[in-house]
């Protein structure tokens, strides 16, 4: 499989542009799995919430449901967000190209939503739903960041 791999390696070389159309596929790439895991992560804090309806609804706590079930609307709603947010990278032919520094800026909004995530799926949980409802924004509100600078570059 090398051996082919080196042939298409080799073409591309012959072909200007092609290294940097290969490098923003592979970024695409990335960024896609790693929003595949985002959302999966918050597909898990939206069975946590399930889970802690069913407790609110065997204590006959209606007020607690609508509330825990308030929140699991908005983790759907930021979820399909999450998946359909704009690439980190422009499209071939675009007179804006994503320069390297403007990039590594990306891919720390990122970094730092994947971390965000990771503390509400932890708080997905817990009883704290006040910290939970705040976490959900702060990860809402990154993700906006991110949004909004990836579509200067549009």
Do not use: W
Not at 78 to 98: C, E, H, M, R
Not at 127 to 154: G, H, M, P, S, W
């Amino acid at each position: 499989m090398d051996r082919i791999k080196n042939v298409f390696d080799k073409i591309g070389a012959l072909i200007p542009g092609y290294k940097g159309y290969a490098e923003r596929d592979g970024r695409r790439n990335c960024d896609k799995i790693l929003r595949d895991s985002i959302a999966a992560q918050l597909s898990e804090c939206e069975k946590n919430f399930y889970s802690h309806m069913t407790a609110a609804l065997k204590l006959k706590d209606k007020s607690l449901m609508n509330e825990i079930e308030e929140v699991r609307k908005e983790t759907n709603t930021f979820l399909s967000k999450v998946k359909f947010a704009p690439y980190g990278a422009t499209s071939f032919f675009s007179d804006n190209q994503i320069k390297e520094d403007e990039l590594f800026s990306i891919y720390q909004y990122d970094f730092d939503l994947a971390e965000s995530v990771k503390r509400f799926f932890e708080l997905s949980t817990s009883d704290d739903l006040v910290a939970t409802k705040n976490q959900l924004k702060n990860c809402t509100e990154i993700l906006l960041k991110r949004n909004n600078y990836i579509n200067e570059f549009k």
